[in-house]
């Protein structure tokens, strides 16, 4: 399957193949310096296999998870290009989830004023959402996202198989973003999470997902103004994310989070989508009572979150699947 995001000179493609990391080379101009991103959590095989079919290939592991997202690893990847003698015409690709994408991105826009990007995202949440859009960054004093740039990638290749690896857990998190995407944007796509059996679906979830992301991104490529509904949840999740500590997964905290914002029809139906996604393990104790994690504690991180202004924060509001609107709310009224 492939798709192709329109954004004139800056253009890509985004092929998903099953077992495509071995033919990168066909996809991505691979016949230069290519300094292959990844996490330690990402089995080491899937860089192996991509820095095995570029002319002069280096891998650059950084630890996994979210602390990792920050100016020290981005100084570790710049210094690894610096040191190899990485030129203008050289590269960069990312071998990973969101916070590789993120970081070996905002390495690749700022190295040398910008180099080429490409990405091949091993995580459902980067498949189905980080690796399209072009928004790179890293967390800085507290704040996620809050330093980056866009940078839109050269190419993206997305290896469904990739995913078998990953936890049940972190599986269910990433499902999470395609559940918003479908909410915002594509009924048949919430419909099949109701009616499918998800592991088999997987595929077709992750090309919906992409199609309205994709159709979002051509609008609006800086987030100006429609852009924004992909924020669908986001802005409350992010608050819990913070407040929660590490505690929840970020997927965990936007499923979360659209309880907050969605119709009570679309609630009770979220819910049954939630316990098929084995989500509810992890979030259940804090759906019946957010006050364990602290309503205030997600109010204040919500101030700190660069989408919340003056106790006014952007929220994007669904009464029908398929659907949505952008409105500004007070803080104290998310939580009634
Ligand atoms: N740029 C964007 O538009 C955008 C959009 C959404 C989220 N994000 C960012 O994405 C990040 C979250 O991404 P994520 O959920 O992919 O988390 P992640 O990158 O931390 O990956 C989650 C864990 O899975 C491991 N992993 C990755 N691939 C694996 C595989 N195939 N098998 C086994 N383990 C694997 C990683 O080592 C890590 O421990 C956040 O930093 C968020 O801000 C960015």
Not at 136 to 155: C, T
Request: net charge negative.
């Amino acid at each position: 399957m492939k798709l192709t995001v329109n954004l004139g000179e800056k253009s890509y493609d985004i092929i998903i193949e099953h077992n495509i990391l071995k033919s990168a080379g066909k996809y991505f101009n691979l016949d230069r310096k290519v300094m292959v991103v990844t996490d330690d959590g990402v089995p080491a095989e899937y860089a192996e296999t991509v820095k095995d079919v570029c002319r002069d290939g280096y891998i650059c592991t950084i630890p996994g998870g979210e602390a990792s997202k920050n100016i020290d690893m981005l100084q570790v990847i710049l210094k690894a290009m610096l040191e190899n003698n990485f030129s203008r015409r050289d590269c960069v690709v990312a071998v990973g989830g969101g916070v590789v994408g993120d970081m070996a991105g905002f390495a690749a826009a700022i190295y040398m004023r910008g180099i080429d990007f490409y990405n091949i995202p091993t995580t459902i949440l980067s498949q189905v959402d980080s690796s399209i859009g072009g928004k790179v960054a890293i967390d800085f004093e507290g704040l996620k996202n809050i330093v980056g740039a866009f940078h839109q990638p050269r190419g993206v290749l997305i290896d469904p198989e990739t995913i078998k690896t990953l936890s049940p857990r972190q599986r269910a998190s990433g499902l999470v973003e395609a559940v918003k995407t479908g909410i915002i944007g594509d009924k048949t796509l919430f419909e099949m999470f109701e009616n499918d059996d998800i592991d088999e679906k997987t595929d077709e979830m992750i090309y919906r997902s992409l199609q309205v992301k994709r159709c979002v991104v051509e609008q609006d490529p800086t987030e100006k103004g429609i852009r924004k509904i992909l924020n669908f949840g986001h802005t409350v999740g992010h608050g819990i994310e913070a407040a929660a500590e590490g505690k929840l997964l970020h997927g965990e905290c936007v499923a979360l989070g659209m309880m907050y914002v969605c119709s009570d029809d679309i609630k009770k139906r979220l819910l049954k989508i939630y316990e098929k996604l084995g989500l509810m393990e992890n979030i259940g104790p804090y759906i019946e009572n957010i006050g364990l994690i602290g309503k205030d504690k997600i109010m204040d991180a919500m101030r700190h979150d660069k989408k919340a202004a003056d106790d006014m924060c952007s929220v994007i509001l669904s009464d029908s699947i398929g659907s949505c609107n952008i409105t500004e709310r007070r803080l104290g009224e998310i939580f009634g």
